[in-house]
Nanobody
């Protein structure tokens, strides 16, 4: 059984940084394309970044490009999201997700079978 556990959320001032972690248990993360999504109050969940299972190709939503970095540590079975220059608009619950079908990464929710429980990120102005 694949499980995803996120950590690293919290309260930070605008301009600050946070690093989210998502550890996959039950299988090797090398077999999964991984992604980060977020959902702000009253808004739909949106895909903000993903990373290929194979070659490390990454993709970002325009709103976070150049501020957020997704990475993967296969030895730790963990995917990370380094978030810099945080803005109040980044306030949301952040979720990681895993696609077991060895496909090119996508930021569409329908592509992902496994989801973490979410971690709250709050950015104060």
């Amino acid at each position: 059984q694949v499980q995803l556990v996120e950590s690293g959320g919290g309260l930070v001032q605008a301009g600050g940084s946070l690093k989210l972690s998502c550890t996959l248990s039950g299988r090797s993360i090398r077999d999964y394309t991984m992604a980060w999504f977020r959902q702000a109050p009253g808004k739909e969940r949106e895909g903000i970044s993903c990373i290929n299972f194979s070659d490390g190709y990454t993709d970002y939503e325009d709103a976070v490009k150049d501020r957020f970095t997704i990475s993967r540590d296969s030895a730790e079975n963990t995917v990370y999201l380094q978030m810099n220059s945080l803005k109040p608009d980044d306030t949301a619950v952040y979720y990681c997700a895993a696609d077991p079908r060895r496909r090119r990464c996508s930021r569409e929710m329908i592509r992902y079978d496994y989801w973490g429980q979410g971690t709250q990120v709050t950015v104060s102005s």
